[in-house]
């Protein structure tokens, strides 16, 4: 399991559940259940890393929980 932040919140427009990892940039997955979402987002993320490393990019240390003014 990741230490990235998790944003999961139900979308009418997708009918389904989404999890994004707003630190790394394009990564999120969605499911019928919160549980599925959260489960797919590890997974994503995992490959986003995975990818990242790959390719030689830089992955962002995980800063925990973001703060919005």
Known sequence: M????IILY???EDD???AE???LP???ADG???QEALANVEVVT???LETARELGRSIP???GRLLFA
């Not at 990741?2 to 932040?5: A, L, P, Q, S």
Request: hydrophobic share 25%.
């Open 10 to 12: 139900w979308s009418s």
């Open 2 to 5: 990741t230490k990235y932040e």
């Open 26 to 28: 394009g990564c999120g």
């Open 61 to 63: 240390e995980p800063k």
């Open 21 to 23: 990892v707003p630190e």
């Open 32 to 34: 019928n259940t919160r």
């Open 16 to 18: 389904a559940f989404i």
């Open 46 to 48: 995992t490959e986003w």
